[in-house]
């Protein structure tokens, strides 16, 4: 996907007129690409659109004016979208109970090392490749970017909607399986060119 440069932007007063109907746009973009595995974790595949919107939502909130600064968030999400071959993502582990929080994100510890996310078309898998950054020995984030690198029968495997595809986590006692419906699929083939 090519990159977000200042000329993909809206204009702030711009934004502002058009942005309730750009965000609806994106919610119903992203509902097609958000998944749960299981109760607590949620991934959302990221595209240039997504990202667009995201870096349009800190230039607002965060007021920024200054061209560099604007630099910077397009250099943040860029590092994001996925690269030709692959899939991009925001995974979110998803608690909301402060009593069992600390549970939960101890339980998590190591989810981004080793093969615990793995994406499954036809006989294949590959496993997510998280960026690296976001837990160390005794914490781990609730949000982690990860990429996924389909092999080529995979792809094929995406576009036959016979074929099952499915992500699946198996980490320290969670062991949850979501099947990838046909809407998201076609997402991920156009992110792929396939």
Do not use: C
């Not at 090519?2 to 994106?26: K, V």
């Not at 160390?136 to 016979?162: G, N, W, Y």
């Not at 499915?166 to 419906?181: D, F, I, K, T």
């Amino acid at each position: 996907m090519n990159q977000l440069t200042r000329d993909d932007l809206i204009a702030q007063d711009e934004y502002e007129r058009q942005r309730e109907t750009y965000r609806q746009s994106i919610i119903d973009l992203k509902r097609r690409r958000r998944i749960g595995v299981g109760d607590k974790i949620t991934l959302v595949f990221e595209n240039r659109e997504t990202l667009r919107f995201q870096v349009q939502e800190m230039i607002r909130v965060e007021r920024i004016v200054d061209p560099q600064k604007v630099q910077e968030e397009l250099d943040v999400y860029n590092a994001l979208l996925p690269t030709p071959g692959e899939l991009s993502a925001t995974l979110l582990i998803e608690l909301t109970d402060a009593d069992t929080m600390k549970h939960w994100l101890d339980l998590f510890m190591g989810l981004d090392h080793g093969q615990k996310l793995g994406l499954r078309a036809g006989g294949e898998v590959v496993y997510g490749e998280f960026e690296g950054g976001h837990s160390h020995e005794t914490k781990i984030s609730a949000v982690h970017f990860v990429r996924f690198r389909p092999t080529p029968a995979m792809v094929k495997a995406l576009r036959d909607q016979a074929v099952r595809v499915a992500l699946s986590v198996r980490h320290a006692g969670y062991e949850a399986e979501a099947e990838v419906p046909w809407a998201m699929r076609q997402e991920w083939l156009s992110d792929l060119g396939a």
